[in-house]
């Protein structure tokens, strides 16, 4: 199986900046993209960033400017360095990785367990 384990996360006052990092392991194929999503108390859960495997990258209008996404190809890492910290930006923040575990599977999302971020005003 595919695990994924995320660190960073943590309390910041607005203005501040925060690293996240997830790295995938186990039995995995090939990753075709990575990515952090977030989810506030009563919001959707969006999309924040996303990298493909070609070196594409997304990211929500709300974050363009202060966050940037990144891989480690060699350590199946994503990192998602966040600035400028917005008391809005106060989320669970899950990492997702779309990968092929074997090559005669098609390809699965797996999920981190989530870390908290809180940014005060």
């Known amino acids: 199986q595919v695990q994924l384990v995320e660190s960073g996360g943590g309390l910041v006052q607005a203005g501040g900046s925060l690293r996240l990092s997830c790295a995938a392991s186990?039995?995995?194929?090939?990753?075709?993209?990575m990515g952090w999503f977030r989810q506030a108390p009563g919001k959707q859960r969006e999309l924040v960033a996303a990298i493909i495997s070609g070196g594409s990258t997304n990211y929500a209008d709300s974050v363009k400017g202060r966050f940037t996404i990144s891989r480690d190809n060699a350590k199946n890492t994503v990192v998602l360095q966040m600035n400028s910290l917005k008391p809005e930006d106060t989320a669970v923040y899950y990492c997702n990785v779309r990968a092929v575990p074997a090559i005669t599977l098609g390809s699965k999302d797996y999920w981190g367990q989530g870390t908290q971020v809180t940014v005060s005003s």
């Open positions: 186990g039995s995995i194929f090939s990753i075709n993209a």
